[in-house]
């Protein structure tokens, strides 16, 4: 499987030149599996720019991609509706979500985002074509590979997700807040020796206490629960919007003394599993 980064920011874009080596872009990655279906988590404002890639790389031929939410806290669905793929009748998708028990509800919550007065295009007017599925929690198959669902601890509820093929493990846990025993076992069960860990580092430990209750955990804490669920490399991922280039840069080397295998998710980047 391959990962690119489309979007690595938490909370709100921040399109300033302290923040482009990392970039500025909300939540998005896509996967390609290794038969090139298109997987993508998050509709942050990253999407914008993988719907320019995708549209070029399909030229007339349809586009048709899976699309995951991790929740709808703006910063994961706010470039959903400048993805521009969905705009050509050509092209179908998907999007799953899990937990609501009620698929309008995947619907409904972009829908809401681009109704009067929000966005002047209505959700039903969209050209393209789509069904919404509202995922049990556990493991199911999409796209030939195995996905396994679990909740995480993040106020209003969020999801990881464990993406399985070929015998590789890619997990995506953004939004969580550790130190709840539930959520902090799924994050183990969902990246136990996974090949790339893409997890929630939005603070630095001496941040953290100053954020208690808003649902992202501290570098330290991704880089310790990494290495409890023996994952091979991980993804420092959700950068903070207070955090320059030069920030994540201390935390990267503050991370690489703990456990050498590890990255910040900067956009554009690409990782082959
Ligand atoms: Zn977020
Ligand atoms: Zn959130």
């Not at 679990?150 to 015998?167: F, K």
């Not at 080397?253 to 554009?268: F, M, Q, T, W």
Request: a negative charge; charged letters at 20%.
């Amino acid at each position: 499987m391959r990962v690119r980064f489309w979007g690595v920011r938490g909370s709100t874009p921040t399109p300033q030149k302290e923040n482009m080596g990392y970039g500025g872009n909300t939540s998005c990655i896509e996967i390609r599996t290794d038969t090139n279906q298109i997987l993508i988590f998050d509709g942050g404002t990253g999407i914008r720019n993988l719907g320019n890639d995708l549209q070029q790389e399909h030229g007339d031929k349809p586009i048709n991609a899976h699309i995951f939410f991790s929740h709808f806290h703006l910063d994961h669905i706010q470039g959903v509706p400048f993805f521009r793929p969905l705009y050509n009748p050509r092209n179908h998708f998907t999007f799953y979500f899990a937990g609501r028990r009620d698929a309008n509800l995947v619907m409904d919550a972009l829908a809401g985002m681009m109704a009067n007065p929000y966005f002047p295009v209505d959700m039903s007017k969209l050209p393209c074509s789509r069904e919404y599925v509202d995922l049990v929690e556990g493991t199911f198959t999409v796209a030939d590979t195995r996905i396994l669902v679990l909740p995480l601890n993040h106020p209003q509820g969020c999801v990881g997700y464990r993406i399985m093929q070929n015998g590789k493990v890619i997990s995506y846990c953004t939004d969580v807040e550790h130190g709840v025993g539930w959520s902090d076992r799924n994050i183990l069960m969902l990246a136990k020796d996974s090949d790339f860990f893409i997890v929630d580092a939005q603070y630095t430990p001496e941040e953290l206490p100053d954020h208690i209750g808003w649902g992202h955990g501290s570098w330290q804490q991704a880089i310790e629960i990494g290495i409890e669920a023996k994952v091979k490399r991980i993804a420092l991922y959700h950068h903070d919007p207070y955090h320059e280039d030069s920030d994540v840069e201390k935390i990267l080397d503050a991370a690489s003394k703990l456990y050498p295998n590890v990255i910040a998710a900067r956009e554009g980047l690409e990782v082959s599993v």
